[in-house]
């Protein structure tokens, strides 16, 4: 068994927590013990950093600190977070003068200094190894039944990739493997590393719907049945506001969006109330029944 | 010798006012750019293919332009490179995005020198000029150095993901000038700059997808240059905009929970629209996407109000 510090990010656990109980019915049909992380903060979703970044540094670092003394990495589902402990780990790890400074100020308000040692990884880019998809094909998933499914990677979890590095930011390759493996057709379409908008889609919302539109666009038009993203935030921007988005763009997508959890769940056979489809804004009935769930 | 098959885009307005693309094919040495290959199909094969260049050295800024989709300073980018990061032999050669062609590969720059001009890129120091040079510490200089190093290439602009949706976005060259100035400890502006930037169009527009980090030549990293100048608006108390109220709802998130209080986050950021946005607050709600007001408190709180508290920022 696989042990991480699981760190699923506020909108799984909030607003999106069909993302969360997916991925705990999963986790452990995969190997995968998720140890929780009782005292971590928000990463501050890029908003904490763009007012405050030295803050959001060392809140991030302490978040770190807590896993390393567990013992183990950091696995996350969310592209932001992702990116944000990711990015606070490389800066204190290529410089040994900021961490000094940041664990002076863990220790003046009584929290453990960070040493250093860990890695944070999505499930994505866990699974989509020959280790991780050897875990999956062990399940004997009953598959997918020849589903087309779109992927979509948004922005955080390929760039920068001197930050993220797991694959080639131009050329994705994960997302497809997995849905090969689990028995689904890859809707290919240019705009699948493109932003949705999400992070201005309160300030700046027109701006945002006109981004989200293009790969909701292509990748109907792609002939895809769904829509895959490892990111809740992708997933608010896609499926809440597809409606709007809708509105604004002039055109239908009626696109379904399924968080990655979901789909490797309905191809190793988790109950669909488990995965709380019902929560989705754009109805999944299409892809249920495809897939024979 | 190697050779490469081009496909690229072809635009002459002298002689029709449709796009198209043209196919060449061309022997080079093992080392050639994609520069030394444009200025060779130009002298051989077709002297009408217009492209935009002077230094070859990655200095002027004025080769950039898109290969296989991707922008790239035309001067530094080796084919045989090009071709294997592809897994490809034939490679597609497009001008940058984001801009109207001119003549092939040459677009109407104008758009981005104006946005260049509006940031008011230069020093403006208070007070009379001194006596001897200002010395400034290395340490303050440092700070801004990865933002001095831009070349105004547009490798930036070109894929920035919220200039393709609001094509008066500022864009990430401009602000990371706007930040190599700011973060100048010479310069006398900081507030009028914050405020400058903070407007329509400005640094709350940008959508945080990354590309300009991915794809900048020379390491300047304008996402975080307009990080950095969000900071400096925080700093000097410049958050009325939408942009910087969504900031701030994750700051007293953090203070009063540690997590982000969704509940707060729609009309902290947006108090006026919001009310006004009913039908969709209903949608939500229906879902189980509207979360609790009351905020979740994570466990040592203690040492997160803490930190907010004396962590200094030294942007």
Partial sequence: MQQFAYYPGCVAEFSSKELNATTKTLAPMLDIELLPLPAATCCGAGDIAEAKPNLYLTLNVRILSQAEEMGVDVLTICNVCTMNLRRANKM?????????QVNEELVKVGARPYEGT??????????????????????????????????????QLLRPSSVMGFEDPDQPQSLERLIRALGGEVADYEAKSKCCG?????????VALKESHVALSQSRDAGADCMVTPCPLCHLAMDAYQRKAESLNGTEYNMPVLHLPQLIGLALGIETSVMQFKRHMVPTDNVLEIVGA | ?????????????????????????????????????????????????????????????????KTNGKTVLACTSQLESLKSEFGDDRLAVDPIGNFTPIKDLVVDMEPFWTKFKSVKPYLIPDGPPPEKERIVPKEAMQKIERESACILCAACY???????????????????WGYRFAGDERDGQRKERAKLYSGDHGVWDCTRCMYCNERCPKGVEPRDAIEKLGGIAFQEKVTRDKGARHAKAFLISMRTGGKLNESLLVPYTDPLGAPLDISFAAQMMAKGKAPSPIPHRIKKLKEVQGLIKNVKETI
């Fill in chain 1, 92 to 100: 204190v790890k290529e410089d040994p003068r900021v961490l000094e």
């Fill in chain 1, 118 to 155: 860990k890695e944070v990884t999505h499930l994505l880019w866990y699974l989509a190894t020959e280790e991780g998809l050897s875990k999956l094909e062990a399940q004997g998933p009953r598959g997918l039944n020849g589903l087309k499914v779109a992927p979509y990677y948004g922005c």
């Fill in chain 1, 198 to 206: 999400f992070p201005i889609i309160l300030a700046r919302q027109e």
């Fill in chain 2, 1 to 65: 010798m190697p050779s490469t098959r081009f496909d690229i885009f072809r635009y002459q307005p002298d002689v029709s006012d449709e796009y198209y693309r043209q196919e060449f094919s061309l022997e080079h040495t093992e080392d050639a750019t994609l520069l030394d290959a444009i200025l060779d199909l130009q002298n051989t094969q077709d002297p009408s293919l217009a492209v935009r260049y002077s230094c070859r050295s990655a200095i002027c800024g004025s080769c950039a332009c």
């Fill in chain 2, 158 to 176: 070109s894929e920035c993901n919220s200039l393709a949706a609001d094509p008066e976005f500022v864009g990430p060259a401009a602000f990371a």
